[in-house]
């Protein structure tokens, strides 16, 4: 099992992707710190994994702030002693024209996506032993997008530059980092989405499982990886492939 004996880190574990992804990494053996701005969410996955008879643990953290990213990493060191695996899942977006937008919503979103990567990395590299691994949700979005998510685009283009920097500050570490930038996935986040709502963005024929793209973050993940790190896995259904 790939995860037996490690410490696994998933933000947005009480939800979609992020749910899938604790619950693979639980199955395969490793302890799981679900963690997410949902307790009810965030509890709901802790409580399957136990019903698998899997191990995890809850912590209640908004993503954007300092101090509880700080107070989950020490959790989960507190708890099991080191960090194997980080997956910086949560995320969110708004919808609006740049010039309409409050200064106030641009901070929060890449607060929330873009400065939680670094606040994760930056708590949690000093308990990582040599042949960690960190994984960052990026999106398709960030290589092409629609109009009024600029601010998310932004963002999801700022992780994937965040992890080729860091990569190599990583590299005489031996601790990897890479990004899965999924497609459209079946999950509340595409479905309250009003720009795929309203058609602006268009998703028929390309929809994938959260359960999917949980498989390319375990990969990534997981020692089979061992010689991938800086990069981004696309994982979209051939999506971008596809002329609108
Ligand atoms: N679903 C898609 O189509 C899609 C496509 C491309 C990329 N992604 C990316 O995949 C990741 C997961 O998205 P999902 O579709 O599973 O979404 P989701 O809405 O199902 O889950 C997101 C989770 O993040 C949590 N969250 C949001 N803000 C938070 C905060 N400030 N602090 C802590 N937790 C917070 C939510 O409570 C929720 O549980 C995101 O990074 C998203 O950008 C999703």
């Known amino acids: 099992m790939r995860f037996d004996g490690k410490v696994c880190i998933v933000s947005g574990g009480g939800s979609g992707i992020g749910k899938a992804t604790c619950k693979r990494m639980a199955a395969e053996g490793g302890s799981v710190l679900v963690v997410d701005l949902d307790s009810k969410g965030g509890d709901a996955t802790v409580q399957e994994i136990a019903d698998a008879k899997g191990q995890s643990a809850f912590a209640q953290c908004d993503v954007g702030n300092p101090a509880q990213v700080k107070a989950a990493v020490d959790l989960a060191v507190q708890k099991w002693g080191k960090i194997n695996v980080v997956v910086n899942d949560a995320a969110m977006m708004t919808f609006s024209p740049i010039v309409d937008l409050p200064e106030a919503d641009w901070d929060k979103v890449l607060g929330v996506n873009l400065r939680s990567m670094f606040l994760f990395c930056k708590y949690s590299v000093p308990h990582m032993p ?26 999801k283009g700022g992780i994937e530059a965040f992890a080729r920097g860091f990569s190599e500050e990583l590299a005489p570490l031996k601790i990897r980092i890479n990004c899965v930038a999924p497609g459209a996935v079946n999950t509340p986040m595409l479905w309250n989405n009003p720009n795929v709502k309203s058609g602006v963005e268009k998703v028929e024929g390309a929809i994938g499982e959260p359960e999917d793209i949980a498989a390319a973050i375990c990969f990534l993940a997981s020692d089979e990886a061992r010689f991938i790190t800086g990069t981004t896995l696309i994982v979209d259904g051939g999506r971008l492939d596809i002329l609108p």
């Open 130 to 155: 040599q042949g960690s691994a960190i994984v960052n949700l990026s999106s398709v979005h960030a290589h092409e997008t629609t109009k009024n998510v600029v601010p998310y685009a932004s963002s």
